[in-house]
C-alpha cells in the first residue's frame, strides 16, 4: 500500500535525480513503479527483470501502462497507442482519487485544484461570490454559461473540467470510465484557455492539457511558489 501511495512524489523524485524537465511532472508517459505496486497492477511478470531487486518494495522504475481492459467490451479504454495516456500527475489514480468527483461536482473541483496546484491561479479569487444565488437562479436557465457572475469563473474552469471526463466510473475513485449518458451538455465544452479539444485528441485529453500546461508560463512561476 505504502509503495502505491509513493508513485506520484516518486514521479517528481525521478525527474529531479534524472535532471529531466520539471515540465514532465504533468507530460510524463509513464508512471514510476515498484515491484509490489507491479503485483497490484498486475504486470509483475512482464517487468520483473527491469528491477535489480524484485522483492524490494520501495525500488521503482518508470512503466508504461497497457490501455485498460474492462470486463465489459464498452469498458475498454480507449488508445491510439495501446497504451494508457499517462500525463505525469494529471492523471496518477493517487492524484484524481485525492481530488474525487461527483454528480453535481462535474469535475469542477479537480479543475480548481489543476488552476491551484499547476498555474498557481486560484479560482475561486477570479470572480466576487454572488449575493443572491436564488434571484440568479430564477432569472437565467443556465446560470453557469449565461449570468456574467458565473460565467467568469465557469468559462474557465469547465472546459478543464471537461478534459478529466474519461475518469469518471466509480467517480471517487478516479478509475478511468465514461460516464453513462455522454459529458454534460449544459457546460462549457473541453479545452484550455479559448482553445478546443479536438475529437481526434478526445483519448489523451489530459495528455493534451499537460502539453499545454508545460507552455504555460504561469507553470514555472507556480512551482518556483511551491518550492
Not at 62 to 74: C, E, I, Q, S, Y
Not at 177 to 193: A, N
Request: hydrophobic fraction near 40%; proline fraction near 6%; aromatic fraction near 12%.
Amino acid at each position: 500500500r505504502k509503495a502505491l501511495l509513493g508513485e506520484p512524489m516518486k514521479l517528481i523524485e525521478h525527474v529531479v535525480r534524472n535532471d529531466r524537465p520539471f515540465t514532465e511532472i504533468v507530460t510524463a508517459d509513464y508512471v514510476m513503479m515498484s515491484p509490489y505496486g507491479a503485483r497490484g497492477y498486475g504486470i509483475f511478470a512482464d517487468v520483473k527483470a527491469k528491477f535489480k531487486d524484485p522483492n524490494d518494495p520501495f525500488e521503482f522504475i518508470p512503466v508504461r501502462l497497457k490501455a485498460l481492459v474492462g470486463r465489459n467490451k464498452d469498458q475498454n479504454q480507449e488508445s491510439a497507442t495501446g497504451f494508457y495516456p499517462h500525463a505525469g500527475l494529471l492523471s496518477a489514480f493517487q492524484y484524481l482519487t485525492r481530488y474525487p468527483t461527483t454528480e453535481t461536482n462535474r469535475n469542477r473541483q479537480r479543475a480548481r485544484v489543476f488552476f491551484l496546484h499547476f498555474l498557481g491561479v486560484d479560482v475561486l479569487e477570479l470572480a466576487a461570490r454572488v449575493g443572491d444565488a436564488a434571484a440568479v437562479s430564477a432569472k437565467f436557465e443556465n446560470p453557469t454559461m449565461q449570468a456574467s457572475e458565473c460565467v467568469v469563473c465557469h468559462k474557465t474552469i469547465d472546459p478543464i473540467a471537461g478534459l478529466f471526463q474519461d475518469y469518471w466510473r466509480f467517480a471517487d475513485a478516479g478509475v478511468y470510465g465514461k460516464r453513462k449518458g455522454g459529458w454534460f451538455k449544459d457546460m462549457f465544452g473541453p479545452g484550455y484557455e479559448g482553445e478546443d479539444l479536438p475529437e481526434s485528441e478526445r483519448w489523451r485529453a489530459l495528455q493534451w492539457l499537460g502539453e499545454r500546461t508545460a507552455k504555460d508560463p504561469r507553470f514555472a512561476v507556480a512551482m518556483v511558489e511551491h518550492a
